[in-house]
């Protein structure tokens, strides 16, 4: 089976002295992860075990005491390392006392690897924090990158964001590229054998996990959460604006806030906030949204159109630079600028230090006129401005 490529970073993180907490939304692959991960392991004669937290028997015992976790282990041996892999931790009442008990009373016989969606947050069981005690790695949906490797082109796979793409793959990475663009990188979607299984996938995702996600949060009215989604997905790379939403869903700004709040917990949008230096005139407060894969996106908009036909095309292709940078780069490092006069960029990567990059999505780079951004230049000469369009995007190289 095909391994994704945090396969090696985890496999990195795992004998490092701290529970390794894979979290991200429903169906991303984490389970499929951990499982190659355990395998991986055993094959090299290391101690594993794997536990399943779906079974409701298994988070019963758990759940009495976490002593109980030895009925469901191989024994312990005093100079070997098992490896417990345990897969949905946030079905316990009280995981965080669960692996707190785990990591301080064994810590030097049980490694802990497990996972957890989006109820991992929401249901707010984490008691404590387990700071110090753990390293979070989020898995996301597979990347265009990941999705070459999946199709078994991993002779393609290699150039993207890697600079110039040589010529003779140019045409077959970019019809590649487009479907990744309508359909998204949820994994079972990319091995789908046909687009109408896709279109079921990216459905099923919806009705069932999407709606999980609203049930297991407790919320009042899942139908008014999966409104706010879909009216979301269809404002990708616009600002929040808390009161607007409320209107157009029919509930109060309280109720939107909170439930924007399990959307970003349940990894199906993302945030960026504003870039400013103290100048009055450039928001400061508000903030722009992002959708956490582009099939899921595209299902919700009810728009499966092939990209060169879409007049979102744009919105598409810079709701994928986000996905793009945020895998690449720590979050607080993207941003946006925008003025009360509306000028803007779509993102700053920014750490405050002359590495600083303003970088404008368009999907036609024809439609990208320098003057335009005469007002930000003049503000930040030392931020260097470039555009990223449909045939440059894949050539962005990282520094």
């Given amino acids: 089976m095909t391994k994704r490529l945090y396969f090696n970073k985890i496999l990195e993180d ?5 529970i ?3 979290i991200g939304a429903r169906q991303v692959g984490k389970t499929t992860l951990i499982r190659q991960l355990h395998n991986e392991l055993k094959s090299n004669k290391k101690n594993v075990a794997f536990i399943n937290l779906e079974n409701k028997q298994f988070r019963m015992m758990l759940d009495e005491t976490p002593e109980n976790i030895f009925q469901l282990i191989p024994p312990l041996e005093r100079q070997s390392c098992l490896y417990l892999f345990i897969d949905e931790v946030q079905y316990l009442k009280d995981p965080s006392n669960f692996l707190k008990h785990i990591f301080d009373d064994y810590r030097e016989q049980i490694k802990l690897i497990i996972t957890g969606s989006s109820s991992f947050y929401i249901d707010r069981k984490f008691k404590d924090s387990l700071a110090g005690r753990k390293r979070i790695i989020e898995i996301p949906p597979l990347s265009f990158k990941e999705v070459l490797i999946f199709k078994d082109r991993e002779d393609l796979a290699k150039y993207i964001n890697n600079g110039p793409i040589p010529l003779v793959y140019q045409t077959e990475i970019k019809k590649l590229f487009y479907e990744y663009l309508v359909y998204g990188g949820y994994p079972d979607v990319v091995l789908a054998d046909s687009l109408k299984e896709k279109v079921l996938i990216l459905k099923e995702l919806v009705d069932s996990y999407v709606k999980k996600d609203a049930i297991e949060a407790d919320l009042k009215k899942p139908q008014s959460y ?3 989604l879909k009216l979301l997905a269809e404002r990708s790379g616009s600002l929040i ?25 349940s990894f199906h949008i993302h945030t960026i906030n504003s870039f400013h230096r103290n100048i009055s005139s450039e928001l400061k407060k508000m903030n ?8 899921l996106r595209n299902y919700l908009v009810s728009n499966f159109s092939p990209i060169g036909l879409r007049e979102d095309k744009g919105i598409i292709l810079e709701n994928y630079v986000y996905n793009l940078f945020r895998e690449k780069l720590s979050v607080g490092s993207i941003k946006f600028w925008r003025t009360q006069k509306k000028q803007e960029i779509d993102f700053i990567i920014s750490d405050f230090v002359a590495n600083s990059e303003a970088i ?4 036609n780079k024809e439609n990208f006129k320098v003057s335009k951004y005469n007002f930000f230049r003049e503000r930040y000469p030392e931020i260097a401005l470039r555009c990223l369009d449909i045939n440059s995007v894949l050539e962005y190289e990282f520094t």
């Avoid at 795992?14 to 701290?18: L, R």
């Avoid at 607007?244 to 869903?249: C, E, G, I, K």
Wanted: hydrophobic content about 40%; glycine content about 4%; charged content about 20%.
């Fill in 20 to 22: 390794s907490l894979l």
């Fill in 226 to 228: 999966l409104h706010l």
């Fill in 14 to 18: 795992i004998n490092k002295p701290h």
């Fill in 288 to 295: 722009k949204i992002y959708i956490n894969d582009l099939g």
């Fill in 360 to 363: 404008e999505v368009k999907f």
């Fill in 241 to 265: 604006n808390i009161q607007s939403l409320a209107n157009d869903v029919g509930i109060n700004t309280k109720t939107i806030e909170s439930y924007l709040w399990v959307l970003q917990k």
